[in-house]
């Protein structure tokens, strides 16, 4: 992929997106590790395995939409951990419970044994489910006015259910063996199975800010970044299931072709999935137009998710 | 169990219980029809499973404690559907999950067969998973003040993770084998696995209605009472398990004893938890001794719960 062809502005007086991505990921940690119920606590096993779960692993892609997000509307730290926390234990959830058994049977995750390998399966499903719950409470609990508290607990609910990502896996279920999927049934169930809650990051980091900030028009500017990145996410996670190693993922590579799932490259084929991840990621970028230095985060956020190699 | 001893005080020109349950439970049946996720709408399988979870089954008394809460605060029926809804909706995730053959391996609930018996595991996994998310979006998507939808969700937050529903349960995995538990450990797991959401329900229904009525006073009360009842209810289902056939339960009898769980029973013995039970009920009625008519319906339920026969 041509990404180095893009610029990304950077605001005069900022730190580069690296030390900054760095720094935020280094705040997300910290902020898990204090907030996540301690090993310690009673019931030690389930807590080990919800810290396990989330701690130490990935990309922290949701988290830093969270964060540049929260950008565009001057959102407090505080209040954009919880955010960040709430979409990544709903995500490090969905890891839990996909990898067992009874859905894709997966043994590595992160470059670890995926949580019921490491623990077992009875607590794997139950430590997802406390983490969804887990989830909600760290929005609950925070001290932002309930009306954006509610706003959020919102958009998470509906990003994470069957409008969204149990939806979307339902789908993805149902798609297996199926390789006469269509393009357009392929982005559906993309759009809601990982989509749906990278889009809800950006949002809920927007709605952490200052209310007056968060436009009509930029929402719908936001939800539109979100709609693409979300896609192009997903696409460039397909390309990269063909095209690298296991180590290099820190995940089982080639897995959905052994699974008979279909892919943007089984449908697309892989050239025509690299240019639809360019073209996804200019209809992000353009969607920021009118946000100016507020978006620049979000920007190279952009670059950064198409760009990756892992 | 001698109830009979107890009266029931009724308030003068109200139905009697027997048809306030029966008029409130099938109110919750319409409103869950109406409220799930359509059977025909994509993704059909996973909706058709969440439907099942939750329709036709059980005795609704987590819907019923929301409705007689809400009676203290004089809340709107619309609001108390919701509420209802969603710790319905918790508990009947949290059934299709414990039932799977990672957890409890049971294959008859509420008389039918289990929901990865009638669909299959992931689809049971999943729609748990996406039953919990729905119960957080029906309290977001209701028409309550964002203050008091606010309070909903962190209510039913803490009362479904890990400080409530699925650390006692985790607490149960781990006690799985251990007939020597205490009466304290047996208390503290029962208090967070059955009896946090209980008492969440009487409290959600509380809240969702004026909040001047809801006084610390009058919450303190309900959360005295939740407690209490909470506890019975475990209490009486212990007991149930061994003196009932599964044909009475719906579900398998005898199964605690046949899993090497301690229960009330195996701790105590049959006429000491035959014992507890009435003094929890003691407890209950007497936490709503300043309430007067308003808490009519919850000393009825309280008399329901523990005199009930399945």
Redesign the interface.
């Known amino acids: 992929m041509s990404c180095a062809a893009v610029v990304s502005p950077t605001s005069a007086g900022t730190v580069s997106f690296d030390t900054w991505a760095a720094e935020r990921a280094e705040r997300f940690e910290a902020a898990a590790q204090r907030m996540l ?1 301690l090993a310690a606590a ?2 030690q ?3 080990e395995a ?1 810290r396990y779960a989330v701690l130490d692993g990935g990309k922290r892609v949701r988290p830093l939409l969270v964060f540049a997000g929260g950008e565009v509307t001057g959102a407090e730290d505080e209040a954009l951990d919880r955010a960040a926390l709430a979409v990544e234990y709903v995500h490090a ?2 890891l839990a ?1 996909d990898d ?1 058994p ?2 894709d049977n997966d043994v590595l995750r992160r470059g670890k044994p995926t949580v019921h390998v490491a623990f ?4 794997a ?2 430590a ?3 983490l ?3 989830a ?2 760290v ?3 925070g001290t932002l ?3 954006q ?3 959020l ?2 958009e ?3 990003a ?3 409008t ?4 979307g ?3 993805d ?2 798609a297996v063996g199926n390789m006469n999927m269509t393009f357009a049934d392929l982005e559906r169930m993309h759009r809601m199975k990982t989509g749906a809650l990278l889009k809800a990051s950006v949002l809920m980091g927007a709605l952490s800010g200052q209310a007056p900030l968060l436009t009509e028009c930029t929402r719908e500017a936001l939800a539109r970044y979100g709609d693409a990145i979300g896609l192009a996410f997903q696409v460039v996670d397909d390309i990269l299931d063909v095209e690298s190693t296991s180590a290099d993922l820190g995940k089982t590579a080639g897995k959905d072709a052994a699974h008979g799932k279909p892919t943007y490259v089984s449908v697309l084929g892989m050239e025509a999935a690299k240019a639809w991840s360019l073209r996804l990621r200019a209809q992000a970028l353009e969607a920021l137009n009118g946000l100016g230095a507020r978006a620049t985060r979000l920007r190279e956020l952009a670059d950064f998710m198409v760009c990756r190699s892992h």
Chains 1, 2 share one sequence.
Not at 120 to 123: K, N, Q, Y
Not at 164 to 167: E, H, I, P, W
Request: aromatic share 4%; glycine share 8%; hydrophobic share 45%.
């Open positions: 119920p009673v019931p096993r389930l807590h919800m959830y969905s419970h067992m009874c859905m077992d399966e009875a607590t499903m139950l997802g489910d406390a969804q719950a887990e909600f409470k929005l609950a609990e006015p309930a009306a508290a509610a706003s607990m919102r998470l609910a509906q994470s259910g069957t969204g990502m149990c939806g896996q339902a789908i279920l149902a």
